[in-house]
């Protein structure tokens, strides 16, 4: 695509290390992870996304540090969560642990961290700014930001988010609609997490079915289907899998094109098994 | 404007025999200048800003705006002031600006620096020991020199320069609009107090009745036009000069035609009853009844309402002589989409005009050609670039695709001196021209050490980007000005415009775009450019593909026609090209900036994006408004001095900040 030409975009899709790669016991090691990792960069994943909040940004770590990649081949996006009292410390911390001098994109994680602790998203986002061209990352953004919080961060920004990365597929577009086209109006990118939700967790619902018989028309997987179809929306995937075959199928979702009514006919299906939106 | 030397001009016919000396002594300079800086390379990359004022004289009892002929007490004035304040730091005064987000402080700032920036200076860093700069000379910047100011054609006309150049750091675009709002400033404080420096691209109503201040009559012998009083020119002599010349060679007036804007009450067909047919006081003035003036045209018949414009022109400093050729070539086709959205010329001679932008009338003020040449000069010495230059091997020959006129023996003589086919090619289509200025005594010169034959002829071949080689006896580089852009109100807006085309040409070299096209399609574009409200009505040839793939060999490029709201903005579909914005702001990010350069530096990409949408309109859409929205305007193309005084008026209170959302949007703040 002619943006991939033009200086450091953001690849897509993202690999996630996120709640499929979950630790769930925080004190050991996962070496599976690193696995992971691994794999989807050796086959062609350049853009990792990470979080404080997964508790794995060291395994992420050990991937990079194992590879050798240059580090300017790279593009490594991660979150602050329980950090946002002191988002410098949190920022050192992660860096630290991914091995990194710096990150690409540092994302605020959700607003309920800010309400919980009562501290003014506005405040957050400063903090965040004056990290920018110091050197330790190269953009910023949000994560799981509605209307409301962007309009909030808005009001003392300097600068808008570059990203916002939300749950988006099917199921959860009318609720997002408005979202996006706010997004799009301040040139903010939205990056979609849990694509293929409707796959793996309701596969009978109308949507699955759907993108079953479009892979079939299509011969692609019903993933890609879902896939193409987050980016018709203008919507750039955030992706996970520990199976190969599944990183190199995704990394081809840009081929597909699906055809107009397709893809309005996901979006029916996606309505008609309308789900609330996912906090994190 | 061009080189203001002292001495005594040949008439016309004197100089003639001249002409084939100045062009094989210039080239002999051109020579000695290519084989002493063809290994020039620069690290640094510099740039400059020109911007050009017309200073009005306003009259609040007679509702009255008049141009003010004072410039030559005024420059005077000016250089006495930079040549007080030359050794001051200047660097204080833009921190303290810096710092402050409120208007208020701005201009309070703005005031001080502008009355005695010596004491303010001392001031500053008295109060302020971090604003001190511990250079031991004043480093060679904008930031840190007193600005400059020069004549021009106009006696009307002031123009302004950073005293120094502009780097390109992200940090280095932050100085550029607070420079501009200080030489407006010092030009302020140099004005008496009903007069004000107004940058438009044209007086409204030049060449009616009573446009001047002191009062003047349209009867001099040397442009001999029937709106122009002499007594509009620049006085030093080079101006009349180029003025008389222009029209002896010729032989007969200069003839602009822009058609009439036709409106409700606009008699059709448009006869000018202005026009004085009958008039007899110079063989010339019998040209307009002879076929010079159209019907359905405003006619005008004087250098002056070329020349007389003003513009926005920006320098660059390249690295080497080779990149200097690369970015003339790239930025060739980007000069009609810039002329189109900085659009300001609506209205010519007291009339609407079906056409928003001054570049064909300058064209025609300065068209030197005979009527003989008509048929086989192909354009003026003023218009759109003719030929790429560059050695690249994207630059296929067939995009050279118009007819040239080069003079042979120039060519000749530059092969023979070891330059390349295609710089020799461009040199000699500059030399093809007649010089139109000779000065007795300086005609003599030393090869080796002037460069003043050769600047004769580059500088009277006033292109839509001009190559420029480094001049002897400085550390100045090769450089390439880009010429087309219209001048606009506010600092805001020229900075923007200035800003967003260093940053463009700093993401062509990046990511080494190539905008190259044919010459036909790049001149097609310079037509569309100026029409009325190219924005909507326009479609403009694009390349369809800019990203090189420095993988397969340069094949012939697709071209296909796009809106400037696609040019600018993107074509919105999923391969379509991401539009001149979004790559500046990725050359942007690409800097690493800081939350507040890009805040900064995204108002003026935010304000470029709007113009080429339409979202807020170009100034000839504002003007062009103001003036048919007037109560008193009478729905017959007719711009009457009272619509003039107020349309002046609006202009100057929304320079001193007051604000228009039609024209910002909520970019200016």
Redesign the interface.
Known sequence: MLIAALGPNIPFPAYGVGTALYKKDNSKFQTETVDSVKKAIENGFTHIDCAEIYGNEEEVGAALKDLKVPREKLFITSKVSRGIEDIPAALSTSLKKLGLDYLDLYLLHAPRFFYEKKIPLSKGWEAMETELGQGRLHAIGVSNFYVEDLEKLMETAKIPPRVNQIEFHPQVFTRSKSLLDYCRSKNILVEGYSSLRPLTKEPEGPVSKLAKSLAEKYNVSDSLILLAWSSSQGVAPVTTTSKVERMKDYLTYKTVKLEQADIDALTEAGEESSRPLLYL | MGLLVLGTPLDWPESEKFHDYVRENGIKQFLHMYDSFISKKQDILLWGDEIEYIVVSMNNDQKAARVSLRQEQILKALGDYEERFKHVDFSPIYAALKNTNCSKQTDAILNEAAANPAKFVERLVKENPSFASNNEDIPFRAQFTVPTFHPEYGRYMLESTPGAPYGSLLKDFLYVEHNMLLRRKIIENHLLSHEHPLTITNFFRLGTTHFTDPETKANGHISRSFFLPDDIINTHVRFPTLTANIRQRRQRKVAMNVPIFFDKNTPKPFRDPTVPWDRDLYPEDKNAKEGAALEDHIYMDSMGFGMGCCCLQLTFQAKSCDEARLLYDQLTPITPLMLAISAGTPAFRGYLAEQDCRWNVIAGAVDDRTKSEMETVPKSRYDSVDLYISNDPRNLPEYNDVPVVTNEGCYEQLIKGGIDERLSRHMAHIFARDPLVIFSDNIQQDNSTSNGHFENLNSTNWQSMRFKPPPLNSSIGWRVEFRSMEIQFTEFENAAYSVFVVMLSRAIL??NLDFYMPISLVDKNMVNAQARDAIHRKKFWFRC?P?SDTEAPPERGQFKQLTLDQIFNGEQT?????GLV??VR??L??C????????SL?RYLRLVSKRASGECLTEASWIRNFITTHPLYKQDSVVSPEINFDLIKRITSIINGESDESLFGDCRC
Request: aromatic fraction near 20%; hydrophobic fraction near 25%; include cysteine.
């Open positions: 990046s990511f593909n990203f999923e391969d379509g090209f991401p979004q790559i990725s050359y990010y690409t690493n900036p800081d939350a507040e350069t890009l805040c995204d």
